[in-house]
């Protein structure tokens, strides 16, 4: 991506706040949002250390910063230093956008947002009455099963590793958005029948990203099917060992890709107020996967 950064005295400052923060494309992306739209905003990486992140926080609100990101391993920390966080990001457990308004720091989560908007750009429909499976009960986990619930998703069943954390999961989003999440063991029969009715099927383990390409988190691959699509929030390698599988068997699939483009695009409509038009995301998009 061309970048054509000019900094003035009047330049604002946008950053990402995380460890470590030197193979983020946030900087990149943000940089060139603003030089096509001809904004005077720079983004900047600022890698913080633990001790460091409450007074990083008091700096980035007294200085001239409109916002900032937050990346691991500060997702869910960073948190009680803001002064308020959006209903969505408390469920969530994790906010990776902060906005300054009036010299008050808000906290957001555009993760799932960003997962969201890529699966229906690239999917073509929405969650509305489909059964879900979701593998991993991690932080993403968590944000995209609120999103999903939100959606009226008709059911999620979630598979873990450590079936406790899938159980929590579970309890966040049944008692706060609607009753349906379900929680199953890898070696439960019952969960080969969840996958198998299931319309979508989402990983998001880390399993099977790069350097460890040939693993995968789903051993049984009869249970793919042409009617489904397959979702991994992995984008490095684009096409996963569990991408393939599925695709072998009919499947539609999708890579993480856009999520992390459209979690940037949401996280800087949040900062300007700018909404971008479908078509010049296109046209972004595009230099973006270069
Ligand atoms: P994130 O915020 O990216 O979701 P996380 O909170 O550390 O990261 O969650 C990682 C998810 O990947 C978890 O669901 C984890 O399973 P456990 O809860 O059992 O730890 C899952 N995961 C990571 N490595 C895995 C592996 N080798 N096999 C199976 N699941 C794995």
Same mark, same amino acid.
Not at 29 to 34: A, D, F, K, R
Not at 168 to 179: C, D
Not at 229 to 247: G, H, M, Q, R, S
């Given at each position: 991506m061309? @970048? +054509?950064?000019r900094v003035? !005295?009047?330049t604002k400052?946008?950053?990402?706040? !995380?460890?470590?923060v030197?193979?983020s494309?946030?900087?990149q992306?943000h940089?060139?949002?603003?030089?096509l739209?001809?904004?005077?905003i720079v983004y900047?990486?600022?890698?913080?250390?633990k *001790?460091? $992140?409450?007074?990083?926080?008091k700096?980035?609100? #007294?200085l001239d /910063?409109?916002?900032?990101?937050?990346? &691991?391993p500060y997702?869910?920390?960073?948190?009680k230093y $803001? +002064? *308020?966080n959006?209903k969505?990001a408390i469920l969530? !457990?994790?906010v990776?956008?902060v =906005?300054? &308004?009036d010299?008050? $720091?808000?906290g957001?989560n555009t +993760?799932a947002e !960003?997962?969201?908007r890529? /699966?229906?750009? *690239? #999917?073509?429909v929405g969650?509305?009455g489909k059964?879900?499976?979701?593998i991993?009960?991690g932080g993403v #986990?968590?944000?995209?099963a609120?999103?999903?619930?939100?959606?009226d998703?008709?059911?999620?069943?979630v598979?873990?590793?450590?079936?406790?954390?899938s159980v929590?999961? #579970?309890?966040?989003v049944n008692e706060? &958005?609607?009753?349906?999440?379900q929680v199953?063991n890898?070696e +439960?029969k019952?969960?080969?029948?969840a996958?198998?009715?299931s319309?979508?099927i @989402?990983n998001?383990?880390?399993?099977g990203m790069?350097?460890?390409?040939?693993?995968?988190p789903v051993?049984?691959t *009869?249970c793919?099917? =042409?009617?489904?699509i397959?979702?991994?929030? &992995?984008?490095?390698p684009?096409?996963?060992k /569990?991408?393939?599988?599925?695709e072998k068997?009919?499947?539609k699939?999708?890579? %993480? $890709?856009g999520?992390? /483009?459209?979690q940037?695009i949401?996280?800087y409509? @949040?900062?300007t %107020?700018?909404k971008?038009?479908?078509d010049?995301l296109k046209?972004?998009?595009?230099?973006?996967k270069?």
């Amino acid at each position: 991506m061309d @970048i +054509d950064v000019r900094v003035t !005295g009047k330049t604002k400052l946008l950053g990402l706040v !995380g460890n470590p923060v030197e193979h983020s494309i946030s900087p990149q992306l943000h940089n060139t949002l603003s030089s096509l739209l001809g904004l005077d905003i720079v983004y900047i990486p600022l890698a913080v250390g633990k *001790e460091d $992140l409450e007074t990083v926080v008091k700096a980035l609100k #007294a200085l001239d /910063f409109i916002g900032f990101n937050v990346t &691991i391993p500060y997702k869910r920390d960073i948190m009680k230093y $803001l +002064d *308020e966080n959006s209903k969505e990001a408390i469920l969530m !457990g994790a906010v990776n956008t902060v =906005k300054k &308004i009036d010299g008050r $720091l808000y906290g957001y989560n555009t +993760d799932a947002e !960003g997962f969201l908007r890529s /699966f229906k750009e *690239e #999917a073509g429909v929405g969650f509305k009455g489909k059964k879900v499976v979701l593998i991993g009960a991690g932080g993403v #986990a968590r944000a995209i099963a609120v999103k999903i619930a939100s959606e009226d998703a008709e059911k999620i069943s979630v598979v873990n590793r450590t079936v406790e954390k899938s159980v929590e999961l #579970a309890e966040v989003v049944n008692e706060n &958005i609607k009753e349906i999440v379900q929680v199953y063991n890898f070696e +439960d029969k019952t969960f080969r029948m969840a996958f198998e009715e299931s319309d979508i099927i @989402i990983n998001t383990t880390s399993v099977g990203m790069y350097p460890k390409t040939r693993e995968t988190p789903v051993k049984f691959t *009869e249970c793919f099917n =042409k009617n489904q699509i397959v979702y991994d929030v &992995i984008y490095n390698p684009e096409k996963t060992k /569990f991408l393939n599988d599925a695709e072998k068997r009919g499947a539609k699939i999708i890579n %993480g $890709l856009g999520m992390l /483009f459209y979690q940037g695009i949401s996280a800087y409509e @949040i900062w300007t %107020g700018v909404k971008f038009t479908e078509d010049k995301l296109k046209s972004v998009y595009e230099s973006f996967k270069k």
